[in-house]
Each structure stands twice: as structure tokens, then as C-alpha cells.
């Protein structure tokens, strides 16, 4: 598989990245793997940026990080802004008043 420049650069800075915070929390890589079930070289290649670790891998690391989240981030929908400006302008609901002034 051949891996375009600038899809092996960002997969370096996400490596790097992974590497960080592994190191923030003061964790070895053996300590790290193992809590995300993979083996030390295999988070080496994560850490490296090797395109070919499988994204489950990938999705487990981002979850113990606390970041599963951005996976939904992936191939999202372009947000359509000119929906979101109509909603915006639409008249919101008031409450009913009580007949007896209350």
C-alpha cells in the first residue's frame, strides 16, 4: 500500500501525540499496551505512525484517553449552515399564561 505524504505525516503527529500523553501519564509502553491490548511493538508502530495498525487499536487508545469520541469525527457530515441559521431565526415558543394571572 503506498501511503501519500501527507497521510504519513499526519500519522506521525497523531503517533507523537498518542506518545504524549502516554508519557503524561507516566506510563511505560509495556504498562500502556497491555492496558490496550496490544503488544509493546505494535504500540511502537502506533506511536511511530505506522499506517498499518488497525483502527480498533486505534479506537481502544482513544477511548482509555478519553477521546472515543473524535472517531465521530470521521467522515462526518459537513455541517449545513444555512439550516442552522433558519432554526436559529424561527420564533421561539413562549409559555401560555395562566388564565388566573399566576
Do not use: C
Not at 50 to 56: I, Y
Not at 62 to 90: C, I, K, T, W
Amino acid at each position: 500500500m503506498i501511503v501519500s505524504g501527507k497521510t504519513a505525516d499526519s500519522l506521525k503527529a497523531l503517533g507523537a501525540r498518542l506518545r504524549e500523553e502516554r508519557l503524561r501519564r507516566n506510563e511505560t509502553q509495556q504498562v500502556f499496551a497491555s492496558r490496550i491490548g496490544v503488544s509493546v511493538p505494535t504500540l511502537y508502530k502506533m506511536e511511530s505512525g505506522d499506517h498499518r495498525v488497525q483502527l480498533g487499536h486505534w479506537a481502544v487508545a482513544l477511548d482509555l484517553l478519553g477521546h472515543v469520541a473524535d472517531l465521530d469525527l470521521l467522515l462526518a457530515l459537513p455541517e449545513n449552515l444555512f439550516a442552522r441559521y433558519e432554526q436559529s431565526q424561527q420564533p421561539k415558543r413562549q409559555r401560555a399564561s395562566r388564565k388566573d394571572g399566576k
